[in-house]
């Protein structure tokens, strides 16, 4: 079975240029997760949908991130403009409601020079 | 609220040594409890899980036990291996279906 997928694996930009990173959940997944990790804060949670519909964007740093989900199998993770700070890695993560765990993607790499 | 708190790491360890990763909830109700491993490089993966008071989760020579009276699920394994080098998480799905991640724990095996 496929898994969740995200791309790209790997992403360096330049400060300023607009980043969009991409995620296919699982088939069947109602729900999907952005997270961000860091060596200093570690995984946070930054938004996550269910049934396409954005749930909690707490998470969410700043206006300069957005998060959309236009059908069931895919989303995007939008940084406009990028910042030096912004680098991380970015994973995407999907289930099925009341059917337990999350299923990780592959993440996504991020580089802002 | 919720919260899951394990023991922070770096965690250390000569290879065949016991393991033992320990992580406490708080939670109103039973949750499920989980734990994800994430190797160098790669997304977290469900290592093993348990859905209710008692239940053991087993998995690649990891237990952990659901203790309702400590609230613990403490991840543990007999003889680590370099191989299981990695981030460790907790993570508590309580009955209203949200997720709470514990900060992980980086265990280093030496061989």
């Known amino acids: 079975d496929a898994g969740v997928i995200q791309s790209p694996r790997h992403e360096v930009t330049e400060m300023g240029q607009e980043v969009t990173l991409r995620c296919k959940p699982i088939?069947?997944?109602?729900?999907l997760f952005w997270y961000r990790q860091t060596m200093m804060r570690g995984l946070e949670l930054l938004i996550y949908?269910?049934?396409?519909?954005?749930?909690?964007d707490s998470g969410m740093p700043e206006d300069r991130f957005s998060a959309k989900m236009p059908n069931a199998s895919f989303s995007t993770l939008k940084i406009q403009p990028s910042e030096p700070r912004d680098s991380a890695v970015y994973f995407c993560?999907?289930?099925?409601?009341?059917?337990?765990?999350?299923?990780f993607g592959d993440g996504t790499r991020l580089s802002i020079l | 609220g919720n919260s899951v708190t394990q023991m922070e790491g770096p965690v250390t360890l000569s290879e065949e040594a016991f393991l033992t990763i320990n992580c406490t909830y708080t939670?109103?109700?039973?949750?499920?409890l989980f734990w994800y491993v994430q190797y160098p490089g790669e997304g977290l993966q469900l290592l093993l899980k348990?859905?209710?008071?008692?239940d053991k989760g087993s998995n690649k020579g990891f237990e952990a036990t659901y203790r309702k009276e400590t609230t613990s699920f403490h991840l543990e394994k007999g003889s680590v291996q370099v191989s299981d080098s990695a981030v460790y998480f907790c993570?508590?799905?309580?009955?209203?279906?949200?997720?709470?991640f514990g900060k992980g724990t980086r265990l280093h095996i030496l061989p």
């Open positions: 993560a999907s289930r099925r409601d009341g059917d337990g765990p999350q299923h």
């Open positions: 088939s069947g997944h109602n729900s």
């Open positions: 949908f269910n049934n396409n519909v954005p749930i909690d």
């Open positions: 939670a109103t109700g039973y949750p499920s």
């Open positions: 348990a859905t209710k008071a008692d």
């Open positions: 993570v508590d799905l309580n009955r209203d279906d949200k997720i709470i």
